[in-house]
C-alpha cells in the first residue's frame, strides 16, 4: 500500500527566505504526483501536477522536482511572502486510466507560517 | 474556481439518521471524487466516478454510497451515519485522468 509522508510537519520561516518543503512515497510506480496548497477551513488548490516522466514543474516562486527512484519529490517556495501560510500537500496518483481517474494517495501536509 | 459547490456547506446530526451530501460541477467535467479529511489520516478517498452511473469504491467506501445520474452531481449518502462519519468531505473534479483535480470548498459534518 502506498504511504506518502511530509517532512516538517510544521516549519515557521521570516517573510524573504527561500524554504523546501519535502514529500516521499514508498511505491515508486506512480503515474504522477501533485503539490496542493489548503488554507484554514477552505478546499485545496491545485499548484503543481508532475508527471512520472517529467524532472520538475515550476510556476512563479514555487518549482516542484520528482525523482521517482527514489520516492521523493521537493517543492521549493523562493522568497516567501506571509500570504503563502496555508497547508502544503502532496499527492501521488498511482492509477491513471479511463475507468479510474486519477485516484490520489495524499500525505498529511506541511503547515507553513511566514512571519513578516 | 473550476466551478464546483458543495452542499450543505455545514451539518450536525445524530447517530443512525441518513445524510446526503451533493457536489455540483458546471464545467462538465467527467471525474468526480469523495474524499474525506481527518486529522492523523490526511485526505481519503471514500468514492469516485468516471461517468454517468459510473462508480467505484475508495479506500473508506464501508458506510457511504453513491449515486451519479446526471454529469453535473455527485451525491455522498450515509445510510445510517455514526459518530466516525463525523468528518470534512471534499468533492473533487477532473477532466482526463491524467489531470490535475479541483476540489470543492467541503462540508464539515457533525454526528451526535
Known amino acids: 500500500k502506498q504511504e506518502v509522508t511530509q517532512i516538517p510537519a510544521a516549519l515557521s520561516v521570516p517573510e524573504g527566505e527561500n524554504l523546501v518543503l519535502n514529500c516521499s512515497f514508498t511505491?515508486?510506480?506512480?503515474?504522477?504526483l501533485q503539490w496542493f496548497r489548503q488554507d484554514p477551513g477552505k478546499g485545496l488548490t491545485s499548484l503543481l501536477l508532475?508527471?512520472?516522466?517529467?524532472r520538475e514543474q515550476t510556476s512563479g516562486r514555487l518549482n516542484a522536482s520528482l525523482d521517482k527512484s527514489s520516492g521523493r519529490s521537493t517543492l521549493y517556495i523562493a522568497a516567501s511572502q506571509p500570504g503563502d501560510s496555508a497547508t502544503y500537500l502532496c499527492?501521488?496518483?498511482?492509477?491513471?486510466?479511463?475507468?479510474?481517474?486519477?485516484?490520489?494517495?495524499f500525505g498529511e501536509g506541511t503547515q507553513l507560517t511566514v512571519n513578516p | 474556481d473550476a466551478g464546483i459547490t458543495q452542499s450543505p456547506r455545514h451539518k450536525v446530526t445524530e447517530t443512525g439518521t441518513p445524510v446526503t451530501l451533493r457536489c455540483h460541477q458546471t464545467?462538465?467535467?467527467?471525474?468526480m471524487y469523495w474524499y474525506r479529511q481527518d486529522p492523523g489520516h490526511g485526505l481519503r478517498l471514500i468514492h469516485y466516478?468516471?461517468?454517468?452511473?459510473?462508480?467505484d469504491k475508495g479506500e473508506v467506501s464501508d458506510g457511504y454510497s453513491v449515486s451519479r445520474s446526471k454529469t453535473e452531481d455527485f451525491l455522498l449518502t450515509l445510510e445510517s451515519a455514526t459518530s466516525s462519519q463525523t468528518s470534512v468531505y471534499f468533492c473533487?473534479?477532473?477532466?482526463?485522468?491524467?489531470?490535475?483535480?479541483?476540489f470543492g470548498p467541503g462540508t464539515r459534518l457533525t454526528v451526535l
Open positions: 473533487a473534479i477532473s477532466t482526463r485522468y491524467t489531470d490535475t483535480q479541483y
Open positions: 511505491d515508486s510506480a506512480i503515474y504522477n
Open positions: 508532475i508527471q512520472s516522466s517529467q
Open positions: 499527492a501521488v496518483n498511482e492509477e491513471g486510466r479511463e475507468t479510474s481517474g486519477s485516484r490520489l494517495t
Open positions: 464545467e462538465n467535467h467527467r471525474y
Open positions: 466516478s468516471y461517468g454517468v452511473k459510473d462508480t
